[in-house]
């Protein structure tokens, strides 16, 4: 038997909506992660792992140039003192920050395998070891000196800095990615010689928006190089609202080789993409033969990237092998920019350029207040205890007198010196062995140094201009640290225009060119058999459907569908479905109404005209150009309205028209008769009383009107020999001669 649950006494239990309940907790834990997880601070440019694992490295003394300690110390006092979570966390933040690849300003300097842009993973913290590098002494530089606020860590036991004094723009040099609740941010690095050109702007200039501050920051600053494609414009406005993105490609060039041979050889690829990855989906491409103009890739990286892309053969364009791999690979990325951070530790906000290193630049100015001071309570002091010092240098023997003969010496020398507790204490803690020291010339020429120096902070507290002056100051420092000319500081990322190609090149440089014949049946449904097939007798097709008609195609062309709605429809051969099975509905690749059927479907060739007519008898000459849909939906060139509906397409070739209706009527007239037009509803081609148009062809007026049976049979006849169905456009015409089709069609579809 279980021990018996005793309900709790009636007083003790609450009546909570569940509602109300889920909402109070799922508030708290988005606060916990927007405000201590996922979003940097504007001033640090820090996540709380990062400035937590950046203080514990600075209590271990690991500053730059000392020796190396284990990472798993580093991690064990930080998970221990600061950051309570998992360890392997904190171990993956500190790799991050050493990988010279991720960080473009890396924050530690690590000993040992710390992965590398392949994607491999680091050794385990035991094995590797870490210390900060200058950019991360830089950013903690001044935290013993007041420089900010500290709050208790998680159990009390000692204090943490709410955030780090910053003398590196931290945010926008390095960047962020972090995904919260209801938010994320994603800040790509920055050139940090560039944002300390801004900034000492923005001192100047307080007002300038993000827009004037493009002078000096182009664009982000990858540390594995690439080049930028987007256009000034859209960079700005990036900038300006603190939303956007910017397009990066590889940066590569043409490498020639033996007897007219040449390769494409990759030297910097975008950020954050994997190399060994990025190898493998273009290997996977190649095995699909989805990128016909490349024969072969191959990684000869050593320290350097170097990824060789071989041609199918020497006639191929470079530039647009390289555009099908950047339509299709990673080769091209688009790294997103949301400034989203938050504001003086608290408020999370969405932010642009000028925005951000405004907030860096008040937290420098907030810091140089607060070092200030620090100093001058320091200087104060000692400026104090010199005091104290030099009465004692000057009555030597009488304080010596007083400190053997008195119990408590203290009162006695403070009122025999008139001396305050701080001088006292500070001549009765004294060692021997600095009398020696105590020389009136010495004491007089520390304490004339230090009032001079207190003279200075108190006109650099008084005074804005000077603090800010002096915050300019330092900037330069750093922008001299990390300027253009040196190893770090040299721009890595570049910037372009995309080259302007034709996009049905690069469409078909996407596709290997191969024969196929396209099948569609009576109801419509479209499947692509490899090779020109001729004989079709063995088709399959579903319960009460049959052939409608086919053609050939190839694999890269574009097919026009003229559907009953007026609508043509573009189709690219290469997405049609193959030859097992019955296919797919065809308007399951297009958006095209249940009640619109397939009047005509054709390879688009270009530089041709077609005539078009609906049912009542309207029609007009439209050119293929005309025809052409980029979207889903089609492009509306017949204009239709039911019951009325589109009823036949022929290529324009000749100079006349034989048109013929339901009621088998058919009229001959020129075809200067009827206009060329890009979108209407047409004119009158032939008048009926009942039924409507049924078929419409072109010919030559030497040639006479051909038409075929239903047997597939070739029958003409010459213009003298049907002088009796002349006329002019919206007559009547005449029954058909002798021996035309039942069908009532011209039998002379479009190829």
């Known amino acids: 038997m279980g021990k018996r649950l005793i309900p709790p006494e009636s007083a003790d239990i609450q009546d909570v909506a569940l509602r109300d309940a889920l909402e109070e907790r799922y508030l708290a834990y988005a606060l916990s992660t927007i405000m201590h997880r ?9 996540k709380p792992v990062h400035r937590r694992i950046l203080y514990g490295m600075r209590l271990l ?62 050794a385990a913290y035991r094995y590797t070891e870490a210390r900060m590098t200058d950019v991360a002494r830089l950013i903690i530089e001044g935290i013993d000196e007041d420089a900010v606020d500290f709050r208790p860590n998680y159990d009390g036991q000692s204090e943490e800095p709410a955030v780090l004094p910053a003398a590196f723009p931290n945010l926008l040099a390095n960047g962020a990615q972090g995904i919260a609740v209801g938010m994320a941010t994603s800040i790509p690095p920055h050139n940090a010689a560039e944002l300390c050109d801004a900034a000492l ?46 397009r990066v490609r590889a940066k590569w060039h043409r490498e020639e080789g033996s007897r007219g041979t040449w390769v494409v050889v990759v030297s910097e690829i975008p950020w954050l993409v994997q190399k060994s990855r990025l190898i493998e989906k273009i290997a996977e491409l190649l095995n699909e033969r989805k990128l016909p103009l490349v024969a072969d890739i191959r990684d000869e990286s050593a320290e350097d990237i170097r990824v060789v892309i071989e041609p199918k053969s020497r006639t191929v364009d470079p530039e647009l092998l390289m555009e099908s791999l950047f339509k299709l690979t990673e080769l091209e990325s688009r790294i997103p920019l949301n400034m989203n951070v938050l504001i003086k530790g608290r408020i999370p906000k969405v932010i642009g350029l000028a925005e951000a290193l405004r907030e860096w630049l008040d937290h420098r100015r ?9 100093r001058q309570q320091q200087i104060e002091h000692r400026l104090e205890v010199l005091g104290g010092f030099l009465v004692a240098y000057l009555n030597l023997d009488k304080v010596i007198k007083i400190i053997r003969s008195e119990d408590e010496p203290k009162p006695v020398l403070i009122r ?31 304490d004339k140094a230090l009032r001079a120096e207190l003279k200075g902070i108190k006109s650099l507290l008084g005074s804005e201009g000077e603090q800010w002056k002096k915050v300019a100051d330092q900037i330069r420092e750093v922008r001299a640290t990390f300027g253009a000319k040196t190893a770090l500081g040299r721009r890595r990322t570049s910037f372009a225009l995309a080259p302007e190609h034709d996009l049905a090149a690069i469409e078909e440089a996407l596709v290997e060119r191969e024969p196929i014949t396209v099948v569609v049946s009576e109801k419509g449904w479209v499947r692509t058999l490899k090779g020109q097939v001729e004989d079709l007798s063995n088709l399959a097709f579903k319960t009460d459907d049959r052939l409608g008609y086919a053609f050939h195609a190839e694999t890269t062309s574009k097919l026009l569908l ?16 193959g030859g097992r099975g019955h296919g797919e509905p065809i308007r399951m690749l297009i958006d095209m109404e249940q009640d619109a059927d397939i009047v005509a479907l054709f390879v688009n060739r270009g530089g041709r005209k077609f005539l078009v007519a609906s049912r009542d ?44 209706g339901d009621n088998r009527k058919m009229l001959l007239f020129p075809l200067d008769q009827v206009p060329e037009m890009a979108r209407g509803r047409g004119v009158r081609l032939q008048r009926y009383k009942d039924g409507g148009l049924c078929d419409v062809t072109t010919f030559a007026a030497r040639e006479g009107l051909a038409w075929r049976d239903s047997a597939g049979r070739e029958f003409s006849a010459s213009l003298k020999e049907l002088s009796e169905w002349r006329g002019t456009r919206s007559d009547a015409g005449r029954l058909a001669p002798k021996g035309f089709p039942k069908s009532n069609r011209f039998g002379r579809a479009p190829e």
């Open 617 to 660: 008898g309207q029609g007009f000459i439209v050119s293929e150009e005309d025809c052409i849909a980029n979207t889903r939906k089609g492009k509306q060139v017949l204009n239709v309205t039911p019951p009325n509906e589109a009823r036949a397409l022929a290529v324009v070739a000749g100079d006349q028209v034989a048109v013929i």
């Open 416 to 446: 025999a010196f008139k001396l305050t507790e701080v001088q006292a204490d500070a001549i009765l803690n004294m060692r021997l062995r600095n009398l020696r020291k105590l020389e009136e010339m010495e004491i007089r020429g520390e």
């Open 562 to 577: 003229f559907a009953t709605n007026g609508r043509f429809y573009t189709l690219d051969a290469a997405k049609l479905p």
């Open 201 to 246: 702007h923005l001192i100047e200039r307080p007002a300038t928006k993000s827009s004037g501050l493009m002078k000096y920051v182009k664009g982000p600053d990858f540390p594995t190089g690439g080049i930028i494609v987007d256009p000034p414009q859209a960079i700005a406005e990036a900038y300006a609202t603190g939303k956007g993105g910017f």
């Open 366 to 374: 907030e810091v140089l207040i607060r070092r200030s001071r620090y």
């Open 61 to 122: 003394r690991l500053d730059p140039g000392t020796a190396f300690k284990k990472s798993a110390k580093i991690v064990g006092d930080v998970m221990g003192s600061f950051h309570p979570h998992g360890d392997q966390a904190i171990y993956d933040a500190l790799v991050r920050l050493a990988q010279d690849f991720s960080s473009r300003y890396p924050l530690v300097d690590g000993q040992g395998n710390f992965g590398n842009i392949d994607g491999d993973t680091a």
């Open 38 to 46: 996922a979003l940097p601070d504007a001033r640090d440019g820090l």
